[in-house]
């Protein structure tokens, strides 16, 4: 047995450091927040300030690209391609710009198929106009002669 006692033992302890990273984590988080408040105030704004058709949509674009914005920092920042090579960034960021173009393209294509479906639909023409009175059309929607309308 070795000559010193087994019940007095020194207690190691390690002064906590914060990680090396945490300054530039805080700064994008505060980034973050600032552009998420922003956001928030124009998207009430439009609410509560009664402004006009123009107006609204300009609000609208600068969300936008006030969302875009967010969405390239935390690209950059949390998935760390703000330190690679340019070639890299562009073959993430450019099939991220196609999907969004593709995502605006099917909006705007139903949008289109629902406007020409309406126009086209007799029926719907018909019973969001006048309501149909029982017994005075046809099986085709049209006004059988001789009921009054």
């Not at 994008?28 to 009664?50: D, M």
């Not at 330190?83 to 099917?106: K, Q």
């Not at 909006?107 to 019973?127: A, I, V």
Request: aromatic letters at 12%; charged letters at 15%; glycine letters at 8%.
């Amino acid at each position: 047995m070795s000559s010193q006692s087994h019940d007095t033992y020194q207690e190691i302890t390690f002064h906590h450091e914060p990680a090396e990273g945490t300054k530039k984590i805080w700064k994008t988080f505060w980034l973050l927040l600032g552009i998420t408040v922003v956001e928030l105030a124009l998207g009430l704004s439009i609410y509560g300030l009664g402004l006009g058709h123009f107006a609204i949509l300009v609000i609208k674009g600068v969300i936008v690209i006030l969302s875009l914005a967010k969405a390239f920092y935390i690209i950059a920042i949390f998935m760390h391609l703000g330190d690679e090579l340019r070639n890299l960034i562009m073959t993430i960021a450019v099939p991220c710009l196609l999907f969004l173009w593709f995502i605006g393209a099917f909006l705007w294509d139903g949008n289109s198929f629902k406007n020409l479906r309406n126009t086209f639909d007799p029926y719907h023409q018909e019973s969001t106009t006048t309501p149909i009175e029982k017994g005075t059309h046809d099986a085709h929607g049209t006004q059988k002669e001789g009921a009054a309308h």
